[in-house]
Structure formats: C-alpha cells, structure tokens
C-alpha cells in the first residue's frame, strides 16, 4: 500500500506516530472526529454537463461530452459510459505528465463501476437507431488539487455534471428514414438524462490495528494501511465495494455500510440542491432569451409621466384658447351693439339716399318713425335746423357720428331746394 502512495517520502516518523497516536484519543490533525466528513462545496458550471467540487483542500473538475457512435454488437440497443481521469501535476508533485499512473487508472474505475454496473445511466435511453446510432457518454475528471480522498471528490463532481448535462435532440428522416437529423438548441429543447439513482462512494481508512476514519486526508492516506470505497444510494443500496490494502473483520465491514449509508443521504441532499438551483438560472435564461425582442425606445422623447403633464398642459392652454375666443366674440357682440345703438341715436346712415329725386316724405316719416331716431314728427324742412341748432350749442358732441355732418349737409341741401 505504501508503494502506491508516491508522498510517503514526505512524512518522517515522528508525524506518522502523532496522527496515530491522536487516532487513539478520537482526535484527527485537522480537528475532525474520526467519522466526520469535510465541508464539501459543489458548484455547477455556465455550460451544461460540468461542475466543480472542493471537499476540503481536494479540488475536482468534472466535464461531460456525448457523440454519435455505433454500438456494441452484443449490445445493439445500448449506448455506452465511459469515465476518464487527468491528474495535474499542479495537484500533486508525484502525479506525472502523459501516461496515466496506478492511481489514475484505479480512480476512473471505482467511478466506472458505481455508475455502470448498478445501472444508475438508462443506456437504453441512448439508442438512436438500433444497430446502428447510439449516444456515447464521456465522463472527463480534472484533479486539480489533492488534499485526500480523489474517490469521493470525484464520484460527487462526476454525479453532478451527469444532472446538469443535456444532450442535442436529433431524429430520423431522409429518403430510407434512417438519416439522423441534429437539432440544434435554437430549435429544440436539449435533452437530460435518465438517471435512476445516485451512487454515492463513501471511503474509509484503516490506520495501525483498530483505527479507522472516514474521508481521509493527505497525510493520512500516506499513514493508512488499508483502504475501502463503498459505492451506495440513498435507499441503502450498495452499488459496489473497492478494497486495497490490508484486511479487516467482517464486522468492520458491516460497520462502515452502515455508517455510509448515512453519509450517502448527506451527500445526495446537498447534489440535488446544488442542481435544482442551476436549473432556476437555467430556466431563467431560456426566458430571457425566448422573450420577445423589445420596441426601440427613443431616448430623446420625455418619459410617460413627462407626456402626461405636457398632455395636461396642452388641454389647458386650449381650452384658456377657447375661452379667450368666446371673450373676443362677446367683446365684438359688444361693441357691434354698442356702434348700432349709436348709429340709431345719431341718425346713422340708412338704405335711402337723401340726394335721389323723388323722395317721398311719408316713406321718409314712417322709417324714422319704426327706428325711434324722432320721437315727435317734424316737416323736412325743419329737419335741417334743429341739426344746425345743436351743433351751435356750446357742448361738445363726442358721441356724434361723423355721419351727422353729412346729415347737416343733407338738411342744407334739402332746404336750398
């Protein structure tokens, strides 16, 4: 067990015997009980099918791609599942470049395992045309910092990029009805998985005689003389078992399921969190981009309650308008009924024309008369002095017509004759 761990080299024996000697008392060298788990922090990618996992110092990145490829021929309605790891060497210094390491190897299998044996991917759900077209699921794991157990830091990230992946829906056309048609996600809606449960890996630690811990950390995997992952659900299932190292009782055995079973609850409550808020942006997002487009809104025009005071004030001044208007007109009906009682009490022109010949007298009488200018009868001839008379007075006569003088002058004429 020794030899696979590359950082044993790093820890003197003084060390090796303090984490096992605060193991005795029920202490760990980070503060934990011995089955207390890491915080862990499971962030969701922009993109579908990727996620991010940080369970204590151990940092994963989890990726998932699909391609159409051609099926198994023992399994002709199946598609297929595959898990690949990248350790960096930024994780680790004894994690190298190019061909992957024992611990690689070993790490896609555990999460292989879990996933594909307990059927927890439909992968008849895959098939496109049987035979002939199936979805290949890619599974990429990205190590970028260890800090113990890469197990159960990437079975998390690998669960929850699988939730949040969403596969192009394509159908069958062409003449023969076998061409596979892709659409795009403009046009339809990307598909998600069928998922049926979530294999949770849970690992332990066996640490000198009777010491075991669980969610081990770095210095303690290079301390530990054994190790097991238990693969479960929810419900209690196990999924799969990874043992490595030395033996352990029956008992124990049984004691870490139990145990685990807990921890599996824990930790598929706090996926499915993580991915239900991710399907509230999601969702968000494809409102935003399904709404439709916006009018072009001028910028220099005043805003809604700017209109509606500029409205008000354009009715007030029409009707101020209106009103001045009406007042003209009963000023004009004013002062036309004021010229016409002055020209009726001056004597004001009429349609007869004094100077036409043959005037008749009696016609001249009854007009004056309906007009009420001469209250008493006078002979025409008398007409032409008693004008003379008043304009002889003394007092000014300001509200005589000019028409007066031409009736004076009328009045001379008619007497000449």
């Not at 995997?221 to 238990?230: D, F, K, N, P, Y």
């Not at 196990?238 to 352990?248: D, I, R, S, T």
């Not at 981009?289 to 001044?317: F, T, Y």
């Not at 009854?366 to 008398?382: C, D, Q, Y």
């Amino acid at each position: 067990m020794e030899q696979r761990l590359a950082n044993t080299w790093r820890m003197t024996v003084n060390e090796k015997k303090f984490i096992e000697s605060a193991l005795e008392s029920e202490l760990r060298i980070d503060g934990r009980r011995p089955f207390d788990y890491r915080r862990v922090t499971i962030k969701c990618g922009r993109e579908d099918g990727s996620s991010e996992v940080q369970l204590g110092q151990t940092h994963v990145m989890s990726f998932v791609t699909s391609q159409l490829v051609q099926p198994y021929r023992d399994r002709p309605n199946e598609g297929t599942l595959s898990v690949f790891t990248e350790f960096s060497p930024m994780a680790d210094p004894s994690f190298e470049v190019g061909r992957p390491s024992e611990s690689a190897v070993e790490l896609g299998r555990i999460i292989d395992r879990g996933l594909r044996e307990s059927r927890a991917v439909d992968t008849e759900s895959l098939c496109v045309v049987a035979g002939k077209w199936v979805w290949s699921i890619r599974i990429d794991l990205h190590i970028l910092d260890n800090g113990g157990n890469l197990v159960d830091a990437a079975n998390i990230a690998a669960l929850a990029a699988l939730l949040t992946f969403r596969r192009p829906e394509c159908t069958l056309g062409g003449d023969d009805g076998q061409e596979v048609i892709w659409h795009p996600p403009e046009v339809r809606e990307p598909l998600p998985l069928t998922i049926h449960h979530l294999p949770i890996a849970v690992t332990f630690a066996f640490i000198g005689d009777e010491n075991m811990v669980i969610d081990p950390t770095h210095h303690e995997e290079a301390v530990m003389g054994g190790r097991m992952s238990v693969t479960l659900n929810s419900n209690g299932e196990v999924c799969a078992v990874q043992k490595a190292g030395q033996g352990v009782m029956q008992s124990v055995v049984m004691q870490c399921l139990r145990i685990a079973s807990v921890k599996a609850g824990d930790v598929t409550s706090k996926i499915k969190t993580a991915v239900e808020s991710y399907n509230t942006v999601r969702t968000l997002k494809m409102v935003k981009r399904h709404a439709p487009p916006s009018k072009a809104v001028d910028v220099n025009e005043p805003g809604q309650k700017a209109k509606q005071i500029l409205e008000g004030q354009k009715l007030k001044s029409e009707e101020c308008s209106v009103s001045q208007s009406d007042d003209m007109d009963v000023d004009q009906c004013k002062i036309n009924k004021r010229s016409d009682m002055n020209q009726r009490f001056t004597g004001g022109p009429s349609s007869w024309d004094p100077y036409s010949e043959g005037v008749n007298t009696d016609e001249l009488k009854a007009t004056l008369a309906s007009r009420g200018s001469v209250a008493v009868p006078m002979k025409l001839v008398n007409l032409g002095d008693s004008i003379r008379d008043e304009t002889k007075s003394d007092e000014p006569l300001s509200d005589v017509n000019p028409v007066s003088s031409s009736t004076d002058s009328a009045g001379k004429e008619t007497r000449c004759c």
